[in-house]
């Protein structure tokens, strides 16, 4: 099984600024997953981060808003940009290949200000 | 489009009792089905997953989840629940022809009472 290290696990951010989030997976793993879970809600989709592509960005979500970067096989940020109190959440990112069960790292819980 | 339906927001049982914890699905595919668990201030941990085969699926912490094609349903069960079971239990769905993304229900809180 994959073992996802994500940090920071949480953090309080001044509404304006951004925040990158970290994941490194203790493998090579194809393709990575960033989501976002909203207080008391369940977990949605916003991008899928390939190694050596662009990130592929869900609807309702845009690079400009949340750049991703994936520079190899173990290793992908998220970055959170200009932020608004609407922005918190926690970011959980993970990786999967489908049909085997998906691994996730211990999540960001992400307060803005 | 790919749905998952947890209707019930949250499930009461008392310590030793069975339990359920309901999970319908919608895919246009052939459904990967998938069960996860989170804990307060912990990421998501797998518990069982149905890929093909035997519908009755066996998994971690003694659950385990019956894949039922007729009434696209995926319940998860466990035949005598522990306090420390009590968390946060998502089902999720991906599908044949888009294997690597998983779309979640909105999640069910089970709460065991001594």
């Known amino acids: 099984s994959a073992v996802i290290s994500q940090k920071p696990s949480r953090d309080i951010c001044q509404r304006g600024t951004s925040l990158t989030i970290q994941c490194q997976v203790d493998s090579q793993v194809t393709m990575m997953f960033w989501y976002r879970q909203q207080p008391g809600q369940s977990l949605t989709l916003i991008a899928t981060a390939n190694q050596g592509s662009e990130a592929t960005y869900e609807s309702g979500f845009v690079i400009d808003k949340f750049p991703i970067s994936r520079p190899n096989l173990t290793f992908s940020t998220l970055t959170v940009s200009n932020m608004s109190p609407e922005d918190s959440s926690i970011y959980l990112c993970s990786e999967t290949t489908g049909r085997t069960e998906a691994f996730f790292g211990q999540g960001t819980r992400l307060t803005v200000v | 489009a790919q749905s998952v339906a947890q209707p019930e927001d949250q499930v009461n049982v008392a310590e030793g009792n069975p339990l359920t914890v309901k999970c319908t699905y919608s895919?246009?595919?052939?459904?990967?089905l998938f069960w996860y668990v989170q804990y307060p201030n912990r990421g998501l941990q797998f518990l069982l997953k149905?890929?093909?085969?035997?519908?009755l699926v066996k998994g971690s912490y003694g659950f385990e989840a019956e894949f039922n094609k007729s009434q696209t349903s995926f319940h998860l069960k466990k035949p005598s629940a522990l306090v420390s079971d009590s968390a946060l239990y998502f089902c999720a769905v991906g599908t044949s022809y888009n294997t690597d993304k998983l779309i979640f229900g909105t999640g069910t809180r089970l709460q065991v009472f001594p």
């Open positions: 895919v246009s595919g052939n459904p990967y």
């Open positions: 149905y890929i093909t085969g035997d519908n």
